[in-house]
């Protein structure tokens, strides 16, 4: 009976830890992709890795250090000292770029992956007594950064856009939203468009900063909007995607849709493609808005697709890459991974790039699906 | 683990965002509602437990004449332990059942909690996302709104007021918690362990508090506050039992006083010493079988 109660009570303990450090299994994002003809740039776990297109062998991977195994209660790495991923590495001219959930964007050589500076975006305030009153920032940098000439415009769940020097990794200016921002921005020659977890789209003077309308989509925007002409397309998680004005902010149009709309709207000719997350695809007329096919999938679907020669390519969470006939949404093949596909898949030539949540890297065959080769880091030794 | 919890999370989820909106998009105000709600409806189960407890803490003097009795015949001292059970109607595990039944409904609220206040993408896309993202009403309240006070119920208190504060209240609830050990004066190892627990258990929830979101030990004092209370009011129902003082009980003074008569297998012991606890105590108005 003592050692019964004594196991009662340990196991209870267990029990209680367990709850208490609240293991789950939820993910804490997807990796990130990019890729030209010279590398594909992928953010796993913690880590960037440069892969070879042609055969799928890594070229180098930042930061090398190998991660700490995690505490108590819960699997899994623990977090690496250079953070979480979340955001697609940014591709520039021998650089890449790359943010992290602890607010450092890192500016890599994109030949050796040796790095060239780091921009912190917001420090949380230190623990004490003195810190009573201060503001905890999440400086969580979630939405890739946008290149552009030789600045780089870096969101932050801190609330903030920062405008960093490109070569230096100098702070230039920054602007505040009321919310965080896990959008890239928009860049145009004279305006800003900057989407915040706010639920507003901001349209700034790229030269004075002035906010020059704000459009309230009632939701969440966690993705980037979509600029065409002088339309711009917005997926809010209001389970609405709207058209505006890109002069005015003046909405042109709004479809809605059953569930969030969460990723980027792709816009094609005069047709622009837009998800929900309860995993529907819907082609719409970009200048009316009105429904011309959709593609139903069994998984949710985050990402934006990709698009190559009047195909499209469906990332879902049922683990499937869907083509499909851009013009009238029929299947042309399927490509079945190991894991969901939660991530924007890359055209780049004839090749197609995924990565599976299970951190798998797939090179295929853009026209048939075929599979060239697989990256699998936790195998590379 | 996630299997354990599912069936409770749509409801958690959307009983937090339906209060939420209710108070005015206040998440603090959400969480105390539905703790109540939560401590309430658990209620039903945890009565049981209390009641065995006390129960047992009743038949302490039986249990420790027939432990000293049957000390080195282990296999007998369990048949008369069980007998004794069964004779006063008590379900030994009856105690931790309803205990293991609620912990998926308190797990799933746990849940339910960093999920709502996610602020990454994952944890918004695949945690809340899954629950309230078809619905019309809710998606639009995402992110919600997570400041309270100094407070930024996403992250962790940085001024520690709140770990401490769990601590606090996690041993004031353990203080009116009475225990089969404590309550009756039951074996020495039982008490120390009962002890140990009340003195760890708070240290152990203040030092876990301290790198957990602030909303979670927000939870953490409201669901000990509504702990307290349900706790006090049950005790006023069912006052905890003074049993006569253990074979092994306190102060030797009074077990001089008061010298155990020698056990009997059916429960006589039990009877005798009980009523000689009444005469030296006052009290002991219950009577046994």
Request: contains cysteine; charged residues 15%; glycine residues 8%.
């Amino acid at each position: 009976m003592k050692y019964a109660k004594r196991l009662a009570i340990g196991l209870l303990f267990v029990i209680a830890l367990l709850i208490i450090t609240g293991c789950t299994t939820i993910p804490q994002a997807w990796p990130g992709l990019a890729a030209d003809s010279e590398a594909v740039y992928v953010t796993l776990a913690g880590k960037i890795h440069a892969v070879d297109p042609d055969n799928g062998n890594a070229m180098w991977i930042f930061p090398s250090e190998p991660a700490r195994q995690s505490g108590l209660g819960c699997s899994g790495p623990a977090k690496p000292e250079s953070g979480l991923f979340y955001a697609s590495p940014v591709l520039g001219q021998d650089v890449v770029f790359a943010g992290s959930d602890i607010g450092k964007v890192y500016a890599l050589n994109r030949t050796n992956g040796t790095q060239q500076w780091m921009f912190i975006s917001q420090e949380e305030t230190e623990r004490g007594l003195s810190n009573f009153f201060s503001e905890r920032k999440n400086p969580s940098i979630i939405g890739s950064p946008t290149l552009d000439g030789e600045t780089i415009y870096i969101p932050s769940a801190n609330r903030n856009l920062y405008a960093v020097d490109a070569t230096s990794g100098i702070k230039q200016w920054d602007f505040q939203a009321n919310d965080a921002i896990w959008a890239s921005p928009l860049m145009t020659k004279d305006r800003i468009y900057v989407a915040a977890m706010d639920q507003k789209l901001y349209c700034l003077d790229r030269e004075t900063r002035k906010e020059l309308w704000a459009f309230d989509t009632g939701g969440a925007i966690p993705s980037t909007p979509a600029l065409v002409g002088d339309t711009i397309y917005v997926s809010s998680l209001s389970q609405q995607v709207v058209a505006l004005d890109a002069n005015t902010g003046e909405q042109r149009w709004m479809f809605e849709v059953d569930s969030w709309a969460w990723a980027t709207p792709l816009v094609i000719s005069d047709t622009v493609y837009v998800s929900e997350v309860n995993g529907t695809l819907f082609a719409l007329d970009a200048k009316t808005g009105d429904e011309q096919w959709y593609f139903d999938t069994q998984g949710r679907i985050q990402a934006v697709p990709a698009y190559a020669d009047g195909t499209l390519y469906l990332a879902s969470e049922d683990m499937n890459l869907y083509a499909l006939d851009a013009a009238t949404g029929t299947q042309e093949w399927q490509f079945t991974a190991s894991a969901a596909l939660m991530s924007a898949p890359i055209v780049v030539d004839d090749m197609l790039y995924v990565v599976s949540m299970d951190n798998k890297v797939h090179g295929l065959n853009a026209d048939s699906g075929a599979k060239i080769w697989e990256y699998n880091p936790t195998a590379e030794k | 683990m996630d299997w354990l919890i599912e069936p409770f999370m749509p409801i958690m989820v959307n009983g937090l965002m339906f209060f939420y909106q209710l108070f005015g998009n206040s998440f603090v105000l959400s969480l105390a509602l539905l703790t109540i709600i939560v401590r309430l409806l658990t209620l039903p189960l945890m009565l049981p437990m209390q009641k065995s407890a006390r129960k047992q803490a009743e038949l302490q003097p039986q249990i420790q004449a027939i432990r000293k009795k049957y000390t080195k015949n282990s296999q007998k001292q369990n048949e008369e332990l069980m007998k004794l059970y069964r004779e006063a109607g008590i379900n030994p595990m009856a105690g931790c059942l309803p205990m293991l039944i609620q912990l998926p409904v308190m797990w799933a609220f746990y849940q339910a909690i960093v999920r709502s206040l996610a602020f990454d993408p994952g944890k918004l896309f695949f945690g809340l996302g899954k629950y309230i993202a078809s619905s019309a009403a809710f998606s639009t309240l995402v992110p919600l709104n997570s400041r309270f006070l100094w407070l930024n119920l996403a992250t962790p208190d940085s001024t520690y007021v709140l770990p401490i504060l769990v601590g606090l209240t996690t041993w004031l609830q353990q203080k009116l918690t009475p225990s089969t050990a404590a309550s009756s004066g039951g074996e020495d190892q039982a008490q120390a362990m009962s002890q140990s627990m009340m003195l760890t258990m708070p240290l152990m929830f203040a030092f876990i508090t301290i790198n957990l979101a602030s909303g979670l030990a927000v939870y953490f004092i409201i669901s000990n506050l509504v702990g307290m209370a349900i706790q006090f009011f049950i005790n006023r129902a069912m006052p905890t039992p003074q049993p006569a003082a253990s074979l092994a009980g306190k102060p030797p003074t009074q077990a001089k006083t008061t010298p155990a008569p020698k056990p009997s297998p059916a429960g006589g012991q039990g009877q005798s010493q009980a009523r000689g606890s009444s005469k030296r105590k006052g009290k002991g108005k219950r009577k046994r079988k």
